[in-house]
């Protein structure tokens, strides 16, 4: 019967490891140490970029079966988790603002001008960028995992064979019985710099492709929603009519204001 695989049978690892340097353990605590990191990112950002991706598709639907913009925000839906959904709070909460506090009346319609209209761009801009954020927050992580766990354990593996080589020379031996143990125990820091490196490298492109899609789906999201408000509650009327609005309140302000002053005179004069 045939041997099992030697790394089954005889735990090629175990022995290794056994052999290795102390600085080769340390290499090696530092090693897994940021694997952990790394793991808890994978595991943290896949749920994140699952749930952003399983909201966000609901978010859309139930937008886009609204006639205007702020139609969702005033059925209190709620799509937490999707990084759509805040920014379109963001966005609905600044139109509104706007609409009470700066409203412009364009034929008996509450509009806002497009100076107001810059400020609710202006938050859309600032949450998208937010987003994008929260997004990439600890790729880091996993970018240092893929860029140092290899060097991290080449180090470890060239430190053990220098130390290796130096005790063969101060014994004067050179059997490969006597050489073996060490490289054994050099080699295994390579080993796990490479376990924790390619997981790592594995969900970083995955995880950096989501992301951009995501980004571009919030800024494809952001033109869309700005042209809605722009289309539905900005004051686009020419500057002609503009200017022959503002003239006629003016005049209808001045008319009130003199038949005010006229009614306080005429009742002046009355009562003497």
């Known amino acids: 019967m045939l041997p099992a695989h030697p790394i089954l049978a005889a735990g090629a690892l175990q022995f ?4 290795a340097t102390t600085e080769g353990k340390i290499t090696i605590a530092s090693l897994l140490l940021v694997s952990l990191f790394s793991w808890t990112v994978i595991l943290t950002k896949a749920w994140q970029l699952h749930r952003a991706r399983k909201v966000a598709r609901r978010f859309f639907q139930a937008y886009r079966t609204t006639r205007a913009p702020l139609d969702l925000s ?3 839906s709620d799509f937490d988790g999707a990084p759509a959904f805040d920014l379109y709070v963001a966005g609905a909460e600044e139109l509104t603002y706007q609409l009470q506090n700066n409203p412009v009346d364009v034929r008996g319609e509450t509009r806002i001008s497009a100076t107001s209209f810059a400020s609710v761009k202006a938050a ?3 949450t998208a960028a937010e987003q994008a954020l929260s997004l990439e927050k600890g ?3 996993l970018s240092t995992a893929v860029a140092g766990g290899p060097f991290i354990g080449l ?3 060239v430190w053990g064979v220098m130390e290796t080589f130096s005790g063969i020379a101060r014994a004067n031996t050179a059997s490969l019985t006597a050489m073996a143990p060490g490289v054994a125990g050099a080699l295994i820091a390579t080993v796990v710099g490479l376990f924790v490196a390619i997981p790592a490298m594995f969900a970083y492109n995955f995880m950096v492709t989501s992301i951009r899609a995501i980004t571009q789906e919030l800024d494809a999201f952001a033109t869309e929603f700005a042209t809605a408000v722009e289309h539905a509650h900005v004051d686009n009327r020419p500057i002609g009519e503009e200017i022959t609005a503002a ?8 008319t009130q204001a003199n038949e005010a002053l006229l009614q306080r005179l005429a009742t ?3 009562q003497r």
């Open 268 to 270: 002046s004069l009355a």
């Open 124 to 126: 859309l801009e600032r």
């Open 16 to 19: 290794a490891f056994d052999k």
């Open 155 to 157: 180090l470890g593996t």
């Open 247 to 254: 003239n006629k309140a003016l005049a209808q302000a001045i």
């Open 139 to 141: 790729m880091i992580v």
């Open 74 to 76: 005033r059925s209190g």
